[in-house]
């Protein structure tokens, strides 16, 4: 379970809470803030996160997800404000045929129905498959992502000055998250906030395979 010290944006945990700025960021997230104005996580995403997570990913054991949204509501709390929009990151179509379903709409389903939320399953729709992001540099994980979200043409004209919150299973690179994010944006959303089940901690020579991941 993951409670303070964390970043406000980037929701990594954090040693210390001297280590956050009066604002509540993490130095690289002083730098460069992400594209989302808010993050928050349920869980770090450690052996036994992955463990929990890869079963709500790749068997049928649906009730995972009602297990961690619940978790999700509790850390996203703040950024869950009445007439926030839940949104799931989309999977495309073929994902979708070989897995059966999203799980990120599994949990925003779960979450915008605990917390009485207005849940947008379809807002965003991924036009292309993409290649696996964790081993590719920042600028080849921007280009491959360019482009790959789009919101669906009926949303277009609903999410201008709405308070959205983007929910996935897992923040890794955040490239995925950041592209759902630049199309929101661009569809007018006024806040955009992060709310995912587990993220990976930035520790250099963790002992998981992010390819099996995304
Ligand atoms: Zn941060």
Sequence with gaps: MLGPPYCKACAQPQASSALLGADGLCAACERRHPAWDQGRAAFVYDAAARDMILRLKYADQIDYAAFLAKHMVRAG???L??????VPVPVHRWRLLSRRYNQAALLSRHIARMQGSEHGPDVLERLRA??????FSRGARRQEMQGVMRV???WRGVLRGRTVVLVDDM?????TATACVQALREAGAQKIHLLVAGVVPERPGLDIDLQEMH
């Design 81 to 86: 404000v009445p007439g926030a929009l839940v």
């Design 171 to 175: 923040l890794t690179t955040g490239a």
């Design 152 to 154: 669906r043409a009926r």
């Design 130 to 135: 993409t290649v696996r992001l964790a081993r």
């Design 77 to 79: 709390q703040d950024v």
